[in-house]
């Protein structure tokens, strides 16, 4: 039935610059059990280049509820994002340690439409940055 099987999704992006790659499935279990694979699909993905040149995205801009912080290397040190309205009050802040997604959703759902300013804190204080968003 539907509810017997699983969908995985497995990022192979550090694989990329290896060619050929070949992936195989192998199971492991002493209880001689059947494995059944199905609709295998691999894709590749393409980033932005204003993505690979900065480092880093705010995306969309402007938006409606939602935006996201897009890092094109995984942010290994990342100490904080805050989220501020037009006139300096604390909107949305979130806190890391090593522990940051590439692509961080940040939602301001609720609040008035504006300007809002992201500060996005690096513990090498040289990568920190500060940009603004539009909510409509």
Known sequence: TTGQWRNEQID?????DQSPLQVFFR?????ENNIFIDNVNFRTTSVPEELKKRG????????????????????TDLRSITVYNSVGQLMWSRQYNNNADK?????????????YFIRVEYF????????QVIKF
């Open 124 to 131: 090498n204080i040289s990568k920190t940055f500060a940009d």
């Open 27 to 31: 199971v492991t279990n002493n209880f």
């Open 12 to 16: 192979l992006s550090n694989f990329a």
């Open 56 to 75: 880093y995205l705010i995306l969309p801009n402007p938006f409606r509820e939602t935006f996201a912080l897009w890092h094109y290397e995984q942010p």
């Open 103 to 115: 692509y961080i959703p940040i939602d301001l759902f609720g609040k008035p439409a504006g300007v």
